[in-house]
């Protein structure tokens, strides 16, 4: 007879391994991001974005340059969550005059700056400001960061962030284990 826990390893490792990544979006000069997901921990969903150059605790999507502060609301790109858990946001992403290089787009359930996210919901999107395909590039120095560890709870973005699909997944793959560890 198997060992139970070889059990239950291997079946949660097949669950995550079928969830869905993030990955980047590239976006050249003039391009929108539509940003889309679902909350159910806030009516309105804060974004802002890190990256190099930018306010080391993140600044408004509209503004990078300008910095979001933690309660400051009006400091913070909102979208406002529907009554079926979903939000949108049409970023103008080409227009936000950003160097070549990844930044990171967070989505929040609370007006709070990177600093602050310990003990809120939230998730992040990888993206990438490139140059138009024939265009030289130009170097950018990149100021290495880290990004805090959290579970996904507040958004998943259309088309880049892990699917929502993951966390049913995960779920079930723990109820299944449990259900074969019972009946050992």
Do not use: C, K
Request: proline share 11%; aromatic share 6%; glycine share 8%.
């Amino acid at each position: 007879m198997p060992d139970n826990a070889l059990i239950l390893a291997v079946v949660l490792l097949v669950a995550f391994a079928t969830a869905p990544a993030a990955s980047a979006v590239t976006v050249y000069p003039g391009s929108e991001v539509t940003l889309a997901g679902t909350s159910t921990g806030s009516d309105t969903v804060y974004l802002f974005v890190t990256g190099p150059n930018l306010p080391a605790n993140g600044g408004r999507l509209e503004d990078p340059q300008t910095p979001v502060r933690t309660g400051d609301l009006q400091s913070f790109t909102t979208a406002t969550v529907g009554a079926d858990g979903s939000w949108t946001y049409r970023w103008e992403a080409g227009e936000a005059e950003l160097d070549p290089g990844t930044y990171t787009v967070y989505a929040v359930e609370a007006p709070v700056d990177r600093s602050d996210l310990s003990g809120h919901g939230y998730t992040t999107i990888p993206v990438t400001f490139g140059t138009p395909p024939g265009t030289p590039a130009t170097p950018t120095a990149a100021v290495p960061t880290t990004t805090p560890t959290m579970p996904a709870t507040v958004a998943s973005p259309t088309p880049t962030a892990a699917a929502p699909a993951a966390v049913p997944v995960a779920a079930g793959a723990v109820l299944a284990a449990m259900l074969l560890l019972s009946r050992q």
